[in-house]
């Protein structure tokens, strides 16, 4: 079976870069040891429950108007691969290894996953072909893998999760003037300047490194008893950026006057606001100057106010209402387009990603023998002049919070120095 990309898909596609894949990131760490065979067959039952899991890219010619997927009966490689970790820095180079490496398209399926054993408690990995899905619909296809192995009901919606693909429709506003009108709001936004993260011993290799964060939210008072009032999580969240970013150029003597972070919105119904494997998110800029942040509650008063607005008339400006516009045809010119685009834009492109998949609507367990899942991590790509990343999902009590970074803006060291201000910042933010 055969359908065509949507205009998410396509635009990843075009975007991607083998040095700067863009490859989503979800991992669950096991209380105790998973056993392998079990876990391939969890695998291929997950496979076998989402079709987008098992798509691969159609043969194509730059003549034709656009690409297409085929879902295909069977995976044609096994995704899964076992390793030892014999401590973390093991563990770390494996996660940079997956998903600093480009997943395939032209085989079954468009991701892979690293069953890493581990003495604290192994850990499944997955890294799927941004193309393919979203940060969301990998969470999903993450926890058909752990019920999978647990032997556990994984129900699906009861909607034909192809048909269902078109995000022009969710997208049409009040028809062509209301797209217009919100692609012409990014346009103005992407041609004003953004600051970029100042780089800190800072490399040329390919790929990404990752500092991950875990938090308890009860301990947080930012995110739970004196979260600032109006506020939700995510404008936490996304204000803490904002501040840490601005303090981090500020300690670099680099300028730092607007301030972008690019956030997904997430286009399923509410319904099924957590199902269906694929790309359904579009993409807004939350955006601060100067004098907004000049005090953590004017911060979050301007960040507060732009999720607003967003939540009450739909993403404005959001990537994808340009996207909806056609493009040239045929593919050939696409490229081109999409070629010219960073030269034209790049000093629009907003200064950081911030993915926040919200909190799991129930626990996930591999079962008696394994046990709970006792972590969740998960990250979004950011290429360079962006360079980072934030990704966080919460598990019971605990955020966790993945900084992926691109080797030429950080080194381990300042990672771990840049999320340390970002928590600093968290705790300034509590009312």
């Known amino acids: 079976m055969r ?21 989503v990131q979800a991992e669950a760490r096991a209380a105790g040891r998973l056993d392998d065979e079990r876990l391939r067959l969890a695998v291929r039952s997950a496979l076998a429950r989402h079709p987008m899991a098992r798509a691969r890219q159609a043969p194509w010619r730059f003549w034709q108007p656009g690409f297409a997927w085929e879902i295909m009966e069977e995976p044609q490689v ?23 490496h480009p997943v395939p398209l ?16 192994d850990v499944v990995l997955l890294g799927v ?8 619909g990998t969470l999903r296809l993450l926890a058909s893998i752990v019920r999978g192995y647990a032997g556990a009901p994984d129900p699906v919606p009861d909607v034909d999760p192809l048909a269902v693909r078109d995000l022009r429709t969710p997208l049409a506003l009040d028809g062509l003037p209301g797209r217009i009108r ?64 601005a303090e981090w150029n500020a300690e670099h003597g680099a300028p730092c006057e607007r301030i972008g972070v690019m956030m997904p919105v997430n286009l399923r119904p509410p319904e099924r606001r957590n199902e269906v494997v694929g790309n359904f998110s579009s993409f807004v800029t939350v955006a601060t100057d100067p004098e907004d942040r000049g005090r953590p509650e004017t911060t979050v008063a301007a960040v507060t106010a732009q999720s607003r607005r967003v939540k009450a008339g739909g993403p404005p400006g959001a990537l994808v209402d340009v996207l909806a516009t056609p493009l040239p045809r045929p593919l050939l010119l696409k490229e081109v ?45 950011a290429r360079m002049p962006v ?20 080797h030429p803006l950080f080194d381990p060291g300042a990672a771990a120095r840049f999320a340390t201000r970002y928590v600093g910042a968290l705790d300034r933010l509590a009312a």
Do not use: M, Q
């Open 182 to 245: 919100h692609a012409a709001a990014l346009v103005t936004e992407l041609r004003r300047p953004k600051a970029r993260i100042a780089p800190e011993r800072a490399g040329d290799g390919p790929g990404y490194g990752f500092h991950l964060v875990r938090l308890d939210a009860g301990d947080t008072p930012a995110l739970g008893s004196r979260r600032p009032p109006g506020a939700t999580v995510n404008d936490v969240l996304l204000a803490a950026l904002h501040l840490a970013i």
């Open 78 to 100: 096994d995704a899964l691969s076992i390793v030892d970790c014999p401590d973390d820095a093991a563990l770390a180079r494996i996660r940079s290894d997956l998903y600093g």
């Open 106 to 121: 032209a085989t079954s399926p468009p991701l892979r996953v690293r069953l890493a054993h581990h003495a604290a408690g």
């Open 387 to 406: 360079g980072l990343a934030l990704g966080a999902v919460t598990i019971g009590r605990w955020l966790h919070l993945s900084f992926r970074y691109r």
């Open 129 to 136: 072909n941004h193309a393919a899905s979203d940060g969301l």
């Open 337 to 381: 387009t999409w070629g010219l685009l960073p030269f034209v834009l790049e000093r629009g492109l907003d200064t950081a990603v911030l993915s926040n998949l919200g909190r799991l609507g129930e626990p996930l367990s591999f079962g008696a023998d394994a046990g709970d899942v006792a972590e969740v991590w998960f990250s979004p790509p």
């Open 3 to 23: 359908v065509a990309f949507n205009v998410i898909d396509e635009t990843i596609w075009f975007i991607d870069r083998p040095h700067e894949p863009w490859t």
